[in-house]
């Protein structure tokens, strides 16, 4: 997160060094952007079994949203792991970071680009929304089974994109978002 909160100070840094040859570099100096483009690294590297449901829910969100990109490297301010059961959830450490942990035997019940994206949009800061409703992301299990939708919605990655509108902040988030994909709450602490 030090990375982070460095590079619009490195940028800045930089300008200051190369302030006047940019003045007679007009296309130098339209490569600075006023709003930096917050990136969130990512390692996946935990999770082997998902990674092609990763790698496409990354680029989903990536063509989603315009504040806020993920990008694999290090040092991760996401971590992304898999196993068997206790279903999918995410630890959110502030926006923009923390663990996932995704339950492969929901991702054979659930289409898993789908559970991926779900919790990369609490990441995101976006929490969960059990209405049923399959055209969004947050509704999770609620949506049931067959609900293939893999994309935010519109409204979601507003929001998301009002997360980051500033850049990357402190944020008031839970604990930890859980019961994203179990069929009934019942089942969380099974
Ligand atoms: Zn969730």
């Avoid at 991702?107 to 898993?112: F, M, S």
């Avoid at 994203?180 to 019942?186: H, I, L, N, Q």
Wanted: proline share 6%; with cysteine.
């Amino acid at each position: 997160m030090l990375r982070r909160r460095l590079v619009p100070l490195l940028a800045a840094a930089l300008f200051a060094l190369v302030g006047a040859p940019i003045a007679t570099a007009p296309q130098a100096a339209a490569a600075v952007s006023p709003h930096a483009v917050t990136t969130v690294y990512y390692d996946a590297s935990q999770a082997p079994d998902l990674a092609d449901n990763i790698t496409e829910a990354v680029q989903i969100w990536n063509d989603s949203v315009q504040n806020v990109r993920l990008v694999a490297g290090g040092p991760a301010d996401v971590t992304i792991s898999e196993g068997y059961g206790g279903g999918s959830y995410t630890i959110p450490e502030g926006l923009g970071a923390g663990e996932v942990y995704l339950d492969l035997q929901q991702a054979q019940e659930y289409n898993p680009t789908r559970i991926v994206a779900h919790e990369l949009g609490h990441i995101y800061g976006l929490p969960d929304n059990y209405d049923g409703d399959c055209s969004i992301l947050m509704s999770g299990h609620s949506a049931g089974t067959g609900c293939q939708t893999t994309h935010p919605s519109a409204g979601e990655a507003a929001q998301v994109d009002a997360n980051f509108a500033g850049g990357f902040r402190a944020a008031r988030l839970p604990a930890v978002y859980q019961g994203c994909f179990d069929r009934s709450p019942a089942r969380q602490r099974a």
